[in-house]
């Protein structure tokens, strides 16, 4: 009896832990299943997230005249420059951006007039970026002719799609030698025919001539556009990401969520470094405290939506100013046109000594001064940054391999440890679990069996 009995057990128990195995394969199956639609949906949102950003159309315009074979204070020349901050456009953009290059006075030289006016050529048209193929275009031109900027500018209309958010990026180291067309009158003549285009415009290398600054500085504002400087070859490269960057993605706020609060006292704390969204009202004031130490230097951006209608669009005042609302530092605003996306809000300044914190002041007024729009909703991205001395950042975790502290060392992935051994753990767990219950009761049978047979071996 005894015998029989235990070899049920054991018939039991094999039933049990076969059971228990395919158990496990099926719920690994169907956890990896699972997964496996996870990573395709998530992968898909990536996709969608990419595209939603890579909207804007935008054609850059350089400048290959014979100038450009002078050198800036550094010693690089201007078309070595040029290209250096070309290809930092390519590296800084999405791939799949809709991007394109075009070059004047880079086949004529400048002894031939009649050609060389209209030296302008498409070399890349507007097409999704291929960060190859376009450097080696970069790569293909060198400096020779004119400067046909009006020409250009004319012939660059036709090289734009015909609809969606457009933008050209005007390069030059000089004004146009070749007018008539003026570009000024170019550009206005653009806005005139309700082409909607901006024209974002660099000096490159300028200096004190004021004939080419003008000129470049009516083009852009006339189309909406703003109008920069760059000295040396590093200047353009940052000035050309920014815009290219900047200009290729069309707005959608993002970071996460914070909340303004009406005053200082009440405010909702940031961490520098971190892009922040929030949803303001017009006319209104919100505050975002974050901490800081002496010695450090603060700076922060804001990004707002662009509008095509100026009664209609937001121009946002910043600052930065203690417990007391005194203001630490002035805000300097730029781009205050209904299609401008970006605003670089607050320049670089020292934290003041003894200061421990610090509050983002956000003020909404209309571009078009007092517009009806006192309720409307507006989508903003902002951050704050610090630098220097410790800066301030979120609490910090013990030293790794600390044996005071406990802690354990990092594996250096950079991911969290669930990620690749939850799901061998949980199989394990679930796998001891089910053979310790099999182990008891297996004890608990066999105690009953021999208590009973200790007690007469009698079973009714």
């Not at 946002?316 to 203690?322: A, G, H, S």
Request: net charge negative; charged share 25%.
């Amino acid at each position: 009896m005894l015998l029989r009995t235990i070899a049920a057990l054991f018939r039991l128990v094999r039933l049990l832990v076969v059971g228990t195995l395919r158990s496990s394969v099926l719920w690994g199956g169907g956890f990896v299943l699972v997964l496996g639609v996870v990573l395709v949906v998530a992968e898909e949102r990536k996709a969608h997230a990419q595209q939603e950003q890579v909207d804007g159309a935008l054609l850059l315009i350089m400048d290959a005249s014979g100038s450009m074979k002078e050198k800036d204070d550094n010693g690089v020349p201007l078309i070595d420059g040029a290209k250096q901050a070309l290809n930092g456009v390519v590296d800084a953009l999405p791939e799949g951006t809709p991007v394109g290059l075009r070059v004047y006075g880079h086949r004529v030289p400048n002894t031939d007039r009649a050609r060389g006016c209209e030296d302008t050529e498409l070399i890349q048209p507007i097409e999704p970026l291929d960060p190859a193929a376009m450097k080696q275009t970069i790569a293909s031109f060198e400096a020779k002719g004119f400067t046909p900027i009006g020409y250009s500018l004319q012939q660059a209309a036709n090289d734009l799609p015909p609809e969606g958010p457009r933008t050209i990026v005007l390069v030059s180291d000089g004004e146009d030698t070749c007018a008539p067309p003026p570009p000024c009158e170019v550009a206005r003549d653009l806005v005139a025919q309700g082409i909607d285009v901006k024209i974002e415009t660099v000096g490159f290398f300028i200096q004190s001539n004021r004939q080419a600054q003008d000129q470049l500085r009516c083009i852009a504002e006339t189309t909406g556009g703003t109008y920069r400087s760059a000295d040396n070859s590093e200047e353009l490269v940052e000035e050309l990401e920014t815009i290219s960057s900047r200009e290729a993605r069309a707005f959608v706020a993002q970071g996460q969520q914070a909340t303004g609060a009406p005053t200082p006292m009440d405010a909702e704390t940031i961490e520098p470094g971190v892009s922040y969204t929030d949803t303001v009202l017009g006319f209104e004031t919100n505050y975002y405290r974050f901490e800081v130490e002496e010695g450090q230097t603060v700076e922060a951006e804001l990004i707002r939506e662009a509008r095509t209608d100026l009664e209609d669009s937001l121009c946002p005042v910043l600052d930065i100013t203690d417990r007391d609302d005194t203001s630490v530092a002035d805000a300097d605003i730029g781009g205050e046109l209904a299609n401008v996306a970006q605003i670089k809000a607050i320049d670089p300044f020292e934290v003041p000594e003894g200061t421990e914190e610090l509050f983002l002041k956000l003020e909404t007024y209309g571009c078009a001064g007092e517009g009806d729009f006192a309720n409307d909703e507006f989508p903003i991205e902002f951050s704050v940054n610090v630098t220097g001395a410790e800066e301030t950042t979120s609490a910090k975790e013990p030293d790794e391999g600390n044996a005071e502290s406990g802690s354990i060392p990092d594996s250096g992935s950079g991911e969290p440890e669930e990620a690749g051994g939850s799901v061998a753990n949980t199989a394990l767990v679930f796998l001891s679990g089910m053979l310790a219950m099999l182990v008891i009761g297996l004890a608990v049978a066999l105690y009953v069996v021999l208590r009973r047979r200790g007690g007469g071996g009698r079973v009714r």
